[in-house]
């Protein structure tokens, strides 16, 4: 095993560095954050530090980089008060990848991408077309974070677009059946695989595993 200090990974190649680093945190979601700007230009860009927050109320947040790098995201979300996220498969990983390209205000990475954009009724931020899950978010609250210049951004969920295959009985998603992505770094992406899951947890007690195999059951209301 190695150990080394921040002071000799501060004096890395700064490449070299960010792959490190990036890579420290282990496997990510990467899904694709849609927005619209008030007079209509569409945008879609990859995020890959996207967090559960609380499910009631259900509230999702993710890191938006500092407005110079990353500008239109934040921007749009800020004015419109609405965005969607997106999970994707491994079929659009290429595709999801090259939105974080820095494309100049005004186009569209939808329409430069050759992504399939969709809309829902009464809501002002598109969604991807193809991706296995989306769900609709309002802003609920923006926090500058001083130490770097980036965003901590937090969500409302306010609707969800899911495909039934997936759903298990008990309201757990089995993304695994879909082969949904996830990231490493700043470049790689992965297909996933479940090894287990197992009950909720109780001191000293053995745990059991449970089913995530989907059965197609509507959740009980």
């Keep these: 095993m190695l ?26 979601s ?25 499910a009631d109320p259900a509230l999702i947040g993710f890191v ?8 239109h ?3 749009n979300i800020e004015r419109t ?3 969607t996220i997106n999970l994707v ?30 809309f829902l009724p009464e809501w002002k931020a598109p969604l991807v077309k193809d991706a296995v899950c989306s769900y609709g978010l309002k802003v609920a609250e923006i926090i500058p974070i001083s130490l770097n210049g980036t965003y901590f951004v937090i969500g409302a969920i306010q609707w969800v677009k899911v495909n039934k295959s997936i759903m298990c009985d008990d309201g757990f998603l089995a993304l695994q059946e879909v082969e ?10 992965y297909t996933t695989a479940l090894v287990n899951r197992w009950e909720y947890a109780k001191p000293f007690k053995k745990a059991e595993s449970i089913d995530a195999v989907p059965k197609l059951q509507q959740p009980t209301r």
């Design 73 to 75: 995201t934040l921007s």
């Design 3 to 28: 150990t080394v200090s921040i002071d000799e990974i501060k004096g890395w190649d700064r490449f070299y560095r960010a792959n490190f680093i990036n890579s420290l945190s282990g496997f990510k």
């Design 81 to 83: 008060g609405v965005y």
């Design 89 to 118: 498969d491994k079929y659009m990983a290429e595709k999801a990848h090259l939105s974080s390209a820095k494309y100049e205000e005004g186009i569209s990475e939808f329409d430069a991408l050759q992504i399939d954009i969709d």
């Design 64 to 71: 938006n980089r500092p407005k110079e790098a990353a500008p």
């Design 180 to 189: 949904t992505i996830c990231s490493l770094g700043i470049d790689a992406y």
């Design 30 to 54: 990467a899904s694709l954050i849609s927005t619209v700007s008030p007079d209509g230009k569409t945008n879609v860009a990859i995020f890959s530090n996207i967090v559960h927050i609380g």
